[in-house]
């Protein structure tokens, strides 16, 4: 069960996601579930359509399974998800 303390060594997709903090002050309040994810972005479906949010530099909001939310740094999950999941994190 994903949560928020194993969240980061867990599955993204599926789940869904608010860009909290951004350098793009247009991509700040962009909602969605998470479809695909790579190394450095991503993909949301939103009802306007799909939109590709890089991770770096980014603060994302995610709501879990059982309706807790998590804010993530997106600096700090920049890798591919199956090197992610593999990798060993800090307390955080």
């Not at 980061?8 to 247009?26: A, F, K, M, Q, T």
């Amino acid at each position: 069960m994903r949560t928020p303390r194993n969240i980061l060594r867990h599955e993204l997709i599926g789940l869904e996601c608010e860009v909290i903090d951004s350098p793009n002050r247009y991509q700040i309040g962009i909602k969605g579930k998470i479809v695909d994810e790579t190394r450095n972005t991503i993909l949301l479906e939103t009802p306007k359509g799909y939109k590709r949010i890089e991770k770096k530099d980014r603060i994302f909001r995610i709501k879990l399974d059982d309706d807790s939310v998590v804010d993530i740094n997106g600096s700090g999950i920049v890798a591919r998800p199956e090197d992610r999941i593999k990798k060993k994190f800090r307390k955080w």
